[in-house]
């Protein structure tokens, strides 16, 4: 075991068994020395990929102008590496769109150049849909 080694704990997500599976890595140079107790190939796979390419789908939400709601909910079409995601909601941030949204609407093709789109998950209706709707 290298100096930089460290051991740790990751509990799979993969399937409802959820092993505990003990993982022996350099941290410094992403190198992996020894994975334990995964009880099938998925978790190893699993485990090597959280310590070498992590990766996570983003959810929050972009700001609506003129819609019943302030906020549309989006979420990346893929996964993004981890390194990404400060970079990503920084920009996500500065981001508005127009009522209507719809589920499944494309609110911004591509933000990072790394081909990853932000989805609509949600309605968000024109506020004045919402008055004509209401009799109003
Ligand atoms: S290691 Fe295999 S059996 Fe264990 S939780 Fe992960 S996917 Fe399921």
């Known amino acids: 075991m290298c100096e930089h080694e460290v051991t740790e704990i990751m509990t799979c997500i ?10 022996q890595y350099d941290p410094q140079d992403r190198k992996i020395s020894r994975i334990s107790f995964a009880r099938c190939p998925k978790g190893v796979q699993w485990v090597e990929q959280e310590i070498l390419h ?11 102008l ?6 549309v909910s989006v979420r990346t079409s893929v996964p993004v590496p981890k390194d990404v995601i400060e970079k990503l909601m920084r920009f ?8 209507p949204c719809h589920i499944g609407d494309l609110i911004c093709r591509d933000p990072l150049g790394i081909e ?8 968000v ?4 849909a919402q008055f004509t709707k209401a009799g109003r």
């Open 14 to 23: 993969i399937c409802p068994n959820s092993c505990r599976i003990e993982v």
């Open 54 to 64: 992590p990766m996570r789908t983003v959810c929050t939400s972009v700001r609506v």
């Open 66 to 71: 003129g819609g019943r709601d302030p906020l």
């Open 92 to 99: 996500i941030s500065t981001l508005q769109v127009e009522a």
């Open 116 to 123: 990853v789109d932000l989805i609509a998950t949600r309605e």
């Open 125 to 128: 209706t024109c506020r004045d």
